[in-house]
């Protein structure tokens, strides 16, 4: 009886087990891995994750990851790529309720901030000097161009618009993404609050702030602009 019921034990054991590499469907530890590198990311910081680390909280051994990523660094780009793909989609979608020119491009400036304040590890991960290091990675370097393109392209639409009035389209860009990239920083870093400005949440201060009585007076002059050249 004392033998039957040790095997019993160990058969608990055995089957509270990780899960093995093995176990794992072609991609599907790559995919695991860089979930769990992610939630170590937001859930402890940068300075937590590493290789083994994911390895841990996936439940394989510490060579897996290798058969997936290099180094680290690879592990970091294959995270941002992910990070910009998802940007540009969420940019993407709240761009789609949006009519006018104008309205869509406030519609990216405002998932910009929604999209860095839901996710700070990996917005700070994806814009911070780690992603840029691997600038060679070519998944990584598509995924940040694709999600540039997105606002890019809204400026572009505000501009033709408005082709009379329409100012340098580059510093056109960099002006409309500073301002949102500012923002978003500001608030994870703590250095405002939403609240003080009588908003419930970083996206309805994006949305304030866009959508304001300088902003939409000059969504209103480009408009009249465009009506005189008909």
């Keep these: 009886m004392p033998t039957k019921a040790k095997n019993t034990r160990i058969e608990k054991r055995d089957r509270a ?6 176990n794992y469907h072609h991609g599907a530890l790559r995919d695991a891995l860089i979930h769990a590198a992610r939630d170590i990311l937001e859930s402890q910081g940068y300075e ?12 394989v051994s ?23 793909n998802e940007f540009a989609n969420a940019m993407r979608q709240e761009m789609d309720v949006a009519m006018d020119p104008q309205a869509r491009l406030n519609a990216t400036g405002i998932a910009y901030v929604a999209f860095a304040t839901s996710n700070p590890g990996l917005f700070k991960l994806m814009f911070g000097s780690s992603a840029h290091k691997a600038s060679d990675d ?10 540039y393109e997105v606002l890019r392209g809204a400026v572009h639409s505000v501009q033709v618009s408005a082709p009379r009035h329409a100012p340098n389209e580059p510093l056109e860009s960099l002006r409309s993404w500073a301002l949102v990239h500012g ?4 608030i994870n ?9 009588g908003a419930r949440s970083a996206r309805e201060l ?3 702030i866009l959508k304001s009585p300088h902003m939409e007076k000059k969504g209103r002059a480009s408009n009249a602009i465009k009506k005189r050249g008909k």
Excluded: C, W
Excluded at 51 to 59: C, H, S
Excluded at 183 to 186: N, Y
């Design 206 to 208: 994006a949305a304030a």
């Design 62 to 84: 510490q060579a897996a990851p290798y058969n997936h990523f290099a180094d680290k660094s690879a592990l970091l780009a294959a995270i941002a790529a992910q990070g910009f």
């Design 138 to 147: 070519p998944e990584l370097d598509a995924a940040r161009t694709s999600a």
């Design 189 to 197: 870093e703590g250095t405002i609050s939403p609240a003080i400005y």
């Design 17 to 22: 087990a990780p899960k093995k590499a093995s």
């Design 183 to 186: 923002l978003a920083t500001m």
């Design 48 to 59: 937590a994750l590493s290789l083994r680390a994911a390895a841990r909280r996936v439940g």
